[in-house]
């Protein structure tokens, strides 16, 4: 087995067969997790001859751990994923009850996956709520490790809760009514700066236009508003030669219309404007619970949570994932829409910089959507004839194929 190295604190070293870690996932995972890693290997094969291929290392998590060992997310697990550096999983169930935490959440804190990044783009044939889905082509940057999601709380009747409630009365004349839970809402410089670092670094990398900087400072000013602040910072301090402001661009758009415009939007103000004004916004750096509610409001834009890809992604480690839940119903009925792993897949291997194999995958998926090429979840919308998951993954080979020959 050939593993992904670490080469310094922000890089690794790919070799030409790397072992990638995959989840297979619960619910529908096992179908769709199939169908992708046939999809991917394809994609690789055709863009590289066999110079590189992936070897894949099933890990177990989920069900099928709780099932063989006990636990929902064994150490053996994620002293694998660790190994193999950068991996993939399908979705997975949050176990029901006290004490569990959802296992994705666990997989982000352990390995400071910090930014949720969402692309979020049209493919023509989709069917879509809004008029001009084409205009969206977005990436969301959502802080993944802090926010009023570190779960820190307390139920209204604990002793926690009460004992916080006095302390703030004491101290600070702050009444808080005697039935309130208590969340806490930590917002740190260190974690705000590193996010929206890695969001102008995407930016560069990818010619991109402008990044938003979404908040809701104007009225949570030491949290939200301080998450603009050191946005803002950062771009100035060690981007200079790379950024813009708005204010800048609109004082002399012609000077510095190659650089990228730093902006930055009210959380309810931007819900409206990425339907209103679309084709302004392109890469969004956010904190997690805005960036929960806004990624999933986006996607929507363009077809739903079935077709949108994701990565979680740490300064070294990453783990791309299918966005939408197990969707039990479909479990084992070869029915589900693989989509969202297959794009995954993908922006996986756009990031180990393997940018051909992405671009076959993602021209080919596009075109089976132009062609109605679609499982249940769209045939039923489009009022066409269902494709099963593992006929959707072999129509999106057979098109790889077309569009390489
Ligand atoms: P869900 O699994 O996403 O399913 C909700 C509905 O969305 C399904 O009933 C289905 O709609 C549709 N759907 C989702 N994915 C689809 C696909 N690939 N193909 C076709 N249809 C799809 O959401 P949920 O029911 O709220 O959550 C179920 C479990 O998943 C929970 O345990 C939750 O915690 C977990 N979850 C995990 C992740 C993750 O691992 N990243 C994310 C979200 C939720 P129709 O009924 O209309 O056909």
Same mark, same amino acid.
């Given at each position: 087995?050939?593993?992904?190295?670490?080469?310094?604190?922000?890089?690794?070293?790919?070799?030409?067969?790397?072992?990638? &870690?995959?989840?297979?996932?619960?619910?529908?995972?096992?179908?769709?997790?199939? *169908?992708?890693?046939?999809?991917?290997?394809?994609?690789?094969?055709?863009?590289?001859?066999?110079?590189?291929?992936?070897?894949?290392?099933?890990?177990?998590?989920?069900?099928?751990?709780?099932?063989?060992?006990?636990?929902?997310?064994? #150490?053996?697990?994620?002293?694998?994923?660790?190994?193999?550096?950068?991996?993939?999983?399908?979705?997975? =169930?949050?176990?029901?009850?006290?004490?569990?935490?959802?296992?994705?959440? =666990?997989?982000?804190?352990?390995?400071?996956?910090?930014?949720?990044?969402?692309? *979020?783009?049209?493919?023509?044939?989709?069917?879509?709520?809004? !008029?001009?889905?084409?205009?969206?082509?977005? *990436?969301?940057?959502?802080?993944?490790?802090?926010?009023?999601?570190?779960?820190?709380?307390?139920?209204?009747?604990?002793?926690?809760?009460?004992?916080?409630?006095?302390?703030?009365?004491?101290?600070?004349?702050?009444?808080?009514?005697?039935?309130?839970?208590? %969340?806490?809402?930590?917002?740190?410089?260190?974690?705000?700066?590193?996010?929206?670092?890695? /969001?102008? #670094?995407?930016?560069? #990398?990818?010619?991109?236009?402008?990044?938003?900087?979404?908040? !809701?400072?104007?009225?949570?000013?030491?949290?939200?508003?301080?998450?603009?602040?050191?946005?803002?910072?950062?771009?100035?301090?060690?981007?200079?030669?790379?950024?813009?402001?708005?204010?800048?661009?609109?004082?002399?758009?012609?000077?510095?219309?190659?650089?990228?415009?730093?902006?930055?939007?009210?959380?309810?103000?931007?819900? $409206? $404007?990425?339907?209103?004004?679309? #084709?302004?916004?392109?890469?969004?750096?956010?904190?997690?619970?805005?960036?929960?509610?806004?990624?999933? /409001?986006?996607?929507?834009?363009?077809?739903?949570? %079935?077709?949108?890809?994701?990565?979680?992604? &740490?300064?070294?480690?990453?783990?791309?994932?299918?966005?939408? %839940?197990? /969707?039990?119903?479909?479990?084992?009925?070869?029915?589900?829409?693989?989509?969202?792993?297959?794009?995954?897949?993908?922006?996986?291997?756009?990031?180990?910089?393997?940018?051909? /194999?992405?671009?076959?995958?993602?021209?080919?998926? &596009?075109?089976?959507?132009?062609?109605? !090429?679609?499982?249940?979840?769209?045939?039923?919308?489009?009022?066409?004839?269902?494709?099963?998951?593992?006929?959707?993954?072999?129509?999106?080979?057979?098109?790889?194929?077309?569009?390489?020959?």
């Amino acid at each position: 087995m050939a593993f992904i190295e670490i080469e310094s604190e922000t890089g690794i070293k790919v070799p030409d067969s790397p072992t990638i &870690g995959y989840i297979e996932g619960d619910g529908i995972g096992p179908d769709i997790s199939r *169908v992708a890693i046939k999809v991917l290997n394809s994609a690789v094969e055709m863009a590289y001859h066999g110079n590189k291929s992936v070897e894949w290392k099933k890990v177990i998590a989920g069900d099928e751990a709780y099932e063989k060992t006990g636990k929902h997310l064994p #150490q053996e697990s994620l002293d694998m994923l660790k190994k193999c550096v950068i991996s993939i999983k399908g979705p997975l =169930t949050t176990p029901i009850g006290e004490g569990f935490r959802s296992l994705n959440v =666990t997989l982000r804190q352990y390995f400071d996956l910090y930014a949720n990044v969402r692309p *979020v783009r049209y493919f023509p044939g989709v069917p879509s709520p809004v !008029k001009n889905p084409e205009l969206v082509n977005m *990436v969301i940057f959502r802080e993944n490790t802090e926010d009023l999601y570190a779960g820190i709380e307390w139920r209204y009747n604990s002793d926690e809760a009460k004992m916080i409630r006095w302390y703030l009365n004491e101290k600070f004349q702050v009444k808080i009514p005697d039935d309130a839970g208590i %969340g806490i809402k930590p917002i740190s410089k260190f974690k705000s700066t590193r996010l929206v670092r890695k /969001a102008i #670094q995407y930016a560069i #990398q990818n010619h991109r236009k402008s990044v938003t900087l979404v908040h !809701k400072g104007n009225i949570m000013k030491y949290t939200e508003g301080a998450f603009k602040e050191w946005g803002y910072e950062v771009a100035r301090e060690e981007f200079k030669d790379y950024t813009v402001t708005e204010e800048e661009y609109s004082n002399s758009p012609g000077t510095s219309s190659w650089k990228i415009v730093i902006k930055d939007r009210i959380t309810d103000n931007m819900f $409206q $404007q990425v339907l209103t004004r679309t #084709q302004d916004y392109d890469i969004i750096a956010t904190t997690n619970l805005n960036g929960d509610y806004l990624s999933d /409001a986006i996607a929507a834009q363009v077809g739903g949570l %079935g077709i949108a890809p994701g990565g979680n992604i &740490g300064d070294v480690y990453a783990i791309f994932e299918a966005v939408h %839940g197990t /969707a039990p119903k479909y479990a084992g009925m070869d029915i589900a829409n693989p989509t969202s792993l297959i794009l995954s897949g993908a922006m996986m291997l756009r990031h180990i910089g393997w940018v051909e /194999a992405s671009d076959i995958i993602e021209e080919a998926v &596009g075109e089976c959507y132009r062609e109605q !090429k679609v499982t249940q979840d769209m045939a039923r919308v489009m009022n066409v004839k269902a494709l099963k998951c593992s006929e959707f993954g072999d129509e999106v080979v057979k098109r790889m194929r077309k569009s390489s020959s």
